[in-house]
Each structure stands twice: as C-alpha cells, then as structure tokens.
C-alpha cells in the first residue's frame, strides 16, 4: 500500500493536468485502480489489444545477487535480471515477454519500484517488484505486482574453513563461563589471527562450546571449543572452632563457613551436566566427658569403625559420608558427640548445600557446642568442634 500510495504521489507531480477519480479496493492486501486520467492513461482504438497488468499472476523466485554486486544501484539492469529470472519459472505466461520487450525498447515508459538488494556475504532479503506502464501507446493498463521476491548475496568463493584460523581449540581454563569470556579467551590462545567479528558462540554449555563464522566473516564452518571444568577447583571450606566452656551456667557457641559458587549458566543448564557433590569431610570434636575425636571420610572411605554408639549417659553417632543431590536444597547431620551426666555438653555439625537462586549456589558448614553445669558439682563443662570440607567435585 505505501508503495503504490508513493507511486500515486509521483505520478500526480509528473503530470500537468490531472484530475481523476481514483477508487482505492483493498481486497486480499491488493489495491484496484479503477480510473485515471486521460493524461496518465486512456483506452483507445489500438492497432493491438491492451495487456492488462493486473490479470498477470507470476510464480516467485530466489535471486542470487552476489554477482551483480556492481549493478546493485543500476535500476534497468536490475530489473532486466529480475524479469530473465523470473521467466524460468512462468515459462508458460505470455505476457511477461511482452513486458520485457518494452522495457529493453523503452524503460522511460515504465514506472518502477524496485525491492530492496542484499549487498552483504549471506544476508537474505525478501520484497515486492512493483510496475506501471506509462507509454503513450496503450500497451499495457494496470499494474504489476511480484510478491515475495526473496534475494541472496551468496558468493561463490569458497571461503577457508573457521578451524584453519582457529588451530587451538582447547582454551584451558577460563575465568567466567560466557560467550564474552569465550570469544576473548580464543582470540587470545589463537595468537590474535582471527577477529572477534570472524565467529560467535552459536552454543553453549558447562563442556564446550560451539563457533561458527559470522554472516560476514572470511570464514564458513563451525569449531567446537573445549575447555577445562570450570568447578574444578572450588575453594576448601573451614570453620573456626566453636568452644563453650561453662561453670554453674549453660553456654552455646556457633562457627559457620561458607563457599557461593556461581553458576553463570543458570541451575536449569548447570543440572544438564551435574546432579551430584562428592567431597572430603574433616572433623575434630570434643566433650570433657568423652574425650576428643579426629575423623575424615570421604567418598572411597564412607565410615569410621563404628558409625553410632549409644549408652544411658551418652550417644556418638560419628561422621558418615553421604552424597549430596544438587537437584534439591539438602542439610546433612555430619557427627553428633552428647554427655549427659550431672554435667553435659554436646558438640555436633552440619553440611548444607542451598540453591540461593538460579545463579548462586551455597555450600556451607557448621557446628555447634553446649556445655552445662551446676556449681554444687564444682566440676567444668567443655566441648569443642571444628569442620572442614575439601575436594569439592560435581559430577
């Protein structure tokens, strides 16, 4: 419609003497002409039968323009290539020849809007031809409308693959797992050879990732790119001690530590490729009435001699390993050392692991001491715990 509303306007200036009454009839996005003035067009007693433009129906077609890059801006030549391609595909329309005839005898006598051209390496563009016949002689009433054209700039020179500038497609470590960090990180460890504007990351994961040439590049072709575990190695975790020392009172005492780790793909992508935290727990715990206790378990060593014992006035259940589910905010009791007698006193921890939001995950440790006792028993209360959490690993 803005089209023809431009080409109405053009025709309106060009014309000294103009006074028609044209009918606009948006029927199916299309627009009829009814009538125009006799200086823009009249039917007469032709020596031939006028070809109605608008009764022409053609089959579209793609266009590769690539080497016609230097007639991109010459209006006749472009349309002469438009009209020979689409002939290759209305071989049966009669009209159509005619139309090219008289725009090689005559191209003044045409009014033309020509669709827009491609003039990148791989960019598409998709657009109407539009005509009107503008001779004096009645060839032609109505106008001409091909939908749809769709036009490539596609060279034909084959371009060097992306890996023969890319040659280093292990990158080793990188700093923040991103499509910034990524593209900065291969044009580094590829001795600066290749532009960032040469690729782009087309995918992504907590593995590799994948490269390929960019629209305009001077390359074609995909590389895919490996680097190492970006979790491999997570920060040890250790608390300080928690110490409670009581006489005729009762006192607590709390040490935490903590590790966030973050996840610059999101938890949805992170659970693609992990679902599980395996570690190395440290424990050293204490209670004036039991003594002191020193364990580490891991994945290959899960327990200790006896992993419980209980008695009347007294309980250990000491540290056994257990595998954390990263799908799901999990807590885990690690030991828990209780004497209970005139005096008492406890010392116990924790291992969380919380999902913070979709890009922070927490891993956290914790113990805990009490100790109680009454002054009548002139006797002290002590415990004392310590945790640490090493070796962190997702799998």
Known sequence: MKKLLSMIGVLSFGVTSISPIINFVESNSKVIIDEFNSDIYMKNNSEYATMDL???????????????????????????????????????????????????????????????????????????????????????????????????????????????????????????????????????????????????????????????????????????????????????????PARTDAYNSEQTSQKTAATIIDIDLGKTEFLKSYSYMDYTLTTNYYAQGMGRFDYVVDKDHPTVDKTAETYKDKSHYKPRYQRINLNENTSISTFDLLYKNV????????????????????????VNTYSWSTAWNAQWARAEARMGVSNIKFS
């Open 54 to 240: 608008n009764d022409v129906e053609l089959e579209t077609t793609s266009i590769n323009v690539s080497k016609h890059s230097d007639k991109l801006e010459d209006e006749e030549a472009m349309l002469s290539l438009i009209l020979q391609e689409l002939t290759l595909v209305n071989k049966k329309n009669k009209i159509l020849p005619q139309i090219i005839k008289s725009t090689k005898k005559n191209y003044d006598d045409w009014f033309v809007v020509l669709p827009q051209f491609p003039k990148n390496e791989g960019e598409k563009v998709v657009d109407d031809l539009w005509m009107m016949y503008m001779g004096d002689d009645n060839a032609f009433e109505g106008y001409l409308i091909v939908e749809d054209l769709e036009f490539t700039y596609e060279s034909k020179v084959q371009k060097p693959h992306l890996s023969t500038v890319i040659k280093n497609s292990d990158i080793g470590k990188v700093q923040k797992l991103n499509e910034d960090a990524i593209v900065e990180a291969v044009v580094s460890i590829n001795g600066h050879e290749i532009d960032k504007e040469d690729f782009y990351v087309e995918s992504l994961s907590y593995e590799k990732a994948v490269l390929r040439a960019s629209a305009n590049s001077k390359y074609q072709g995909s590389v895919m790119i490996t680097f190492n575990d970006v979790f491999a190695n997570i920060g040890d975790i250790e608390t300080d």
């Open 343 to 366: 005096n008492q006193e406890r010392a116990y921890g924790t291992l969380t692991v919380n999902w913070l939001n979709d890009f922070k995950l927490e891993i956290r440790a914790t």
